[in-house]
């Protein structure tokens, strides 16, 4: 039988930056415990929090990603929005891409254009990238310890999963 997951939500992404603030030290410590940890038991614990954070959050009442995130265009997925926006390949490619830096197409504008009201109004048709993200399902969690942190002052998801990962990995950090 598998052990039960300890699971302290955070719905709300407004005090997420406060408390992040209050938990730099902590999380510079606890960063450094994940790094040593078993990533085989990490994956199954940040998959299974993962799955349960969210379920519970909603992200409608968030969409933090969506106005922070630089988001990857593929060939495929930018035919298929043009064609959704009933706008041709050009005037789609003018209106809503350039070039990143490794010559891959990105959107040309953070917020994200499709962002309304906290809502992707081309939901079904999102981009890979925003449908990865925040990728905590994704094996090797150790392996994106950095870029996890950095969104943990804005993505109430993240913020869940690692502040009940360290109740479920027993995490001790003796304050200053
Ligand atoms: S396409 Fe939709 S899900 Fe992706 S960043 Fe834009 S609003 Fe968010
Ligand atoms: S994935 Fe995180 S940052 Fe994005 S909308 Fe959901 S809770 Fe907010």
Redesign the pocket.
Known sequence: MQNAILLIIYHDPEPLPFLAKEKEKENEAFFEFLQEADSVVLDQQVSALQAAATSAIDCRKCGN??RS?M?NVEESEAEVVAGRLEISRQVFDDQYLEKGVSGTMILNQIP?P??HHNS?T??SD??SG?REFPALHVPDFQKRLFTTFQHYDRCPIIFTVLESLKKNLSFQHAAD
């Open positions: 990603c969506c995130l988001i994200c499709f962002l992707c081309i939901y999102r981009f925003c």
